[in-house]
């Protein structure tokens, strides 16, 4: 089993900033390319941003020069640093993972349960 839980989601005003961070645990060989997410009702769950194995980042149109990707590959943390934020960001956020649990085994794509973000206006 592996589990991705995403933590630091809010209320915060506009201009404001929040730290998300998604915890990755279980049975990890390897994780591969890890992202972000966003989905608000109604609409497609949309990429924000994606960072590699190796930390190559890169970020939707959207939230570029204000979302910053990293991770702890140590530590199996992804985090999403989001300053300057407007109500447009205002959605749930889920982190994904792609993810080879065992020596030779397949790469799954993992979800977390996802954490609301509201920015209040």
């Known amino acids: 089993q592996v589990q991705l839980v995403e933590s630091g989601g809010g209320l915060v005003q506009t201009g404001g900033s929040l730290r998300l961070s998604c915890a990755v645990s279980g049975n990890v060989f390897a994780i591969y390319t890890m992202g972000w997410y966003r989905q608000t009702p109604g609409n497609q769950r949309e990429l924000v941003a994606g960072i590699t194995g190796g930390g190559v980042a890169n970020y939707a149109d959207s939230v570029d020069g204000r979302f910053t990707i990293s991770r702890d590959n140590a530590k199996n943390i992804m985090y999403l640093q989001m300053t300057n934020l407007k109500p447009e960001d205002t959605a749930v956020y889920y982190c994904?993972?792609?993810?080879?649990?065992?020596?030779?085994?397949?790469?799954?794509?993992?979800w977390g349960q996802g954490t609301q973000v509201t920015v209040s206006s």
């Open positions: 994904n993972a792609n993810i080879r649990r065992v020596i030779g085994g397949p790469r799954y794509n993992d």
